[in-house]
């Protein structure tokens, strides 16, 4: 018998889709954001672009090497954390840049450096106020006046805010007020909020990633997200979304063993009974029970031909109902879980 062309096509769908298969509180800092300049024409890069300048250290390493490492040592705990800050953050290194009062040099991140002497006395004044104008000069060249981020010390600090402030150059004196003692402490209260953030940040690309494999919301796809997202359903807040979801997947798995039961008694049933085949083409678009009902004669007739298979048929159809009842179910749990994951 052709019982492919009978009902079984109402169960095609579900035979497609299985083939588819803070350590510290911080201190008040100096932070000022002017108006935009006047007369310059240029926009100030507040949501822009980024600069930041380290003051040296002023213990270094004994041989030439990019600065970023001759200034780090076992006695630099302050640039130490400042340069762990700023990889953290993946700050473009073309854009991070050491101060040196020797020769007043603006050092790039990843310039090699050779070793210097080291002044045995603070910078004066005059000598601070030379080194903010030619700082100055050097952030003004940017097409668009960049955010300054000053990881220095008072002296140099002191002598650049009025520079930018009448330049309109926005800026950030970070740790302005910590002691130099306490500065790498507070430095790693900024990279442990740094990690925190991007914890969250990884965290909830996470979440959307869940929610983007999840196209068709099929019971296929429910079985793949139990797999992987029931491990660690407590992290995201959605136990309780998984275990209705692992609920409703198991409801659908026995309607469908139900169905298949259904559809396996009435085949054996259709090959003892209809030696004609009458039955079969009655039965070839009876694809639900009011399609089974649409011709109340005919139905009459053959009922009464062949009243058993025509019992394990209805039976069958309404099995295959439940599963796509369940099915429905399962999608459903899988759009609240999409929810529960956008909160």
Known sequence: MRLKSIAWRNTSHWRLRTSRKSAILPYMEGYFTPPPCKGAGRGIGIMGKRIAFIMESSTRQPEPMKACDFYRS?????????????????????DIFFLSFHRLRIIGYEEVVAPY??????????QCEAFARKILEHVLKYPEIPFVE?????????SLKPLFDEHGVPYRVFGDGVPLAQKPLWYEGL??????????????????????????????????????????????GVESTIEGLKAQLGAWRQALKDARRAWKEFAESLREEDT?????????RKESLDALFT???????????YGRTIAKFTCYLIKQS???QKENRVGEALLRLQIELLK
């Not at 002497?117 to 005059?126: D, G, N």
């Not at 000053?150 to 002191?158: E, M, Q």
């Not at 004609?276 to 070839?284: A, K, P």
């Open 322 to 324: 439940y599963v796509q």
């Open 191 to 236: 990279i442990e909020e740094e990690r925190n953030i991007r914890r969250l940040r990884d965290f909830q690309h996470e979440r959307w990633s869940i929610i983007a494999g999840i196209h068709h919301r099929t019971p296929q796809e429910a079985s793949r997200i139990v797999d992987e997202v029931g491990p660690k359903a407590h992290q995201y």
């Open 295 to 305: 011709d109340l004669s005919k139905y009459e007739e053959v009922k009464r031909k």
């Open 117 to 126: 002497p080291v002044s045995r006395w603070h910078p004066r004044k005059s």
């Open 276 to 284: 004609t085949g009458e039955l079969e083409q009655f039965l070839s």
């Open 150 to 158: 000053l990881h220095t010390g008072r002296p140099i600090a002191d």
């Open 74 to 94: 076992h006695k630099s705990r302050w640039i130490n954390s400042v340069v762990e800050y700023m990889e953290v953050r993946d700050f473009p290194k073309e």
